[in-house]
């Protein structure tokens, strides 16, 4: 195929993905990953009613869901392969994935919670699970014995599970992800990290998905109260605003539930990973803007605290994409057409 014919499916795909963030922007405004650091657990709200499976709203965004994601998986195949970049680049993000986790880590610890501020820590293993994250945060921030801190990390997960149930610890278990990653990237020989680099970044990507999948059904889908409750209290659903009456809080927790799924379930597949990373990005952003418009520092500085390790995984899947291994577009035939397109080969630690 020339040129001009590869640069027609190039403009096609990327004004469907145009498309697709639009619909991501438009609906994910408030996709607050952490509404429970913001809301009274125990919160009510008059009259409320959930959403159930055969509820129209809910079947409208399933259909929805399934025409991304589909769209996700055809744009996969179409959209030509980036340059991936030198090995120095590429441990510098690495780097910055680890600082962000460490100071994320550590300041968390000092407010005395577990991984995220509304997991406050309570009793003698609450303490002994504050000390350890101190401790990785420190050794993450020093550079030191970062094997050895990753599996403490995975230590602390597990102490996370015990403490508060399996919910809490799939919601975060993207911190899963990082503590295999860098412990991937910082095996003892040179054969082991070359063995199992190409794992790393499925893994991280995976486990990322699977917390903003878990994040996007009990925070919004399932415990809508919680977001709705926020809502109440914070001005963020501006689509009545604009003209669309109809757009309820109810409503708008359950589309932002849904679009964080939507994000989960990309991630997990593999497709799309940039796009899908840079979209979750702009949503990242953007709560942290609203908090600052309202003058709500406070909550600003909290969320940002929460989300840098989330920042630090951005910026590895957007750098490194998908990966190498465990994603939707290894089992499907090729079908990518821009073919005189200059490509590079993924080297293998990538």
Same mark, same amino acid.
Not at 21 to 37: C, D, E, G, I, P
Not at 76 to 90: F, Q, W
Not at 184 to 189: A, F, G, K, Q, R
């Given at each position: ?5 590869? @640069? ?9 993905? /145009? ?22 657990? &125990? ?15 809910? %079947? ?19 959209? +030509? ?37 509304? %997991? ?5 293993? /609450? ?11 420190? %050794?993450?921030?020093? &550079? ?34 990082? #503590? ?13 990290? !070359? ?13 990322? @998905?699977? =917390? ?21 209290? &914070? ?21 932002? /539930? ?11 597949? #593999? ?16 709560? $942290? ?5 309202? @003058?709500? $520092?406070?909550?600003?500085?909290? !969320?940002?605290?929460?989300?840098? +390790?989330?920042? @630090? ?7 490194? #994409? ?18 005189? %397109? ?5 080297? =293998?630690?990538?």
């Amino acid at each position: 195929m020339n040129f001009q014919s590869s @640069g027609t499916t190039f403009g096609t795909a990327v004004k469907l993905t /145009g498309i697709a963030m639009l619909v991501y922007l438009v609906t994910a405004t408030t996709a607050f990953s952490h509404v429970r650091w913001f809301v009274d657990a &125990n919160v009510t709200i008059e009259d409320f009613e959930s959403y159930t499976l055969t509820s129209p709203e809910v %079947l409208i965004w399933i259909a929805i869901s399934v025409v991304i994601v589909a769209a996700s998986v055809v744009l996969d195949a179409l959209l +030509p392969n980036v340059r991936i970049v030198g090995s120095e680049t590429r441990h510098d993000f690495i780097e910055i994935l680890r600082i962000f986790t460490g100071m994320s880590m550590l300041l968390t610890a000092y407010e005395g919670a577990i991984i995220a501020p509304h %997991l406050i820590a309570f009793g003698e293993f /609450g303490t002994v699970l504050i000390f350890l994250q101190a401790i990785i945060g420190i %050794l993450f921030i020093a &550079n030191r014995f970062i094997r050895h801190a990753a599996i403490l990390l995975l230590i602390l997960h597990l102490g996370l599970t015990v403490k508060f149930g399996l919910l809490a610890a799939l919601e975060y278990f993207i911190m899963v992800g990082i #503590g295999i990653f860098l412990l991937i990237n910082n095996l003892p020989t040179e054969e082991l990290r !070359e063995r199992y680099k190409p794992f790393s970044v499925a893994i991280l990507r995976i486990c990322a @998905g699977i =917390s903003l999948i878990v994040l996007g059904l009990a925070e919004k889908l399932f415990g809508a109260v919680l977001a709705e409750s926020f809502l109440a209290a &914070n001005t963020w659903n501006f689509l009545p605003a604009i003209g669309f009456d109809f757009f309820t809080d109810r409503l708008f927790a359950l589309s932002a /539930g849904f679009v964080e799924v939507i994000f989960g379930v990309i991630l997990v597949l #593999g497709t799309t990973t940039r796009l899908n990373v840079l979209a979750l990005s702009v949503v990242l952003l953007a709560s $942290n803007v609203l908090f600052l418009i309202e @003058g709500n $520092n406070e909550a600003a500085l909290v !969320e940002f605290v929460g989300h840098m +390790p989330v920042i @630090g995984v951005a910026l590895i899947l957007m750098l490194l #994409g998908a990966g190498q291994r465990w994603r939707l577009r290894a089992v499907l035939p090729a079908r990518r057409k821009n073919t005189n %397109l200059k490509t590079i080969r993924v080297p =293998s630690d990538a």
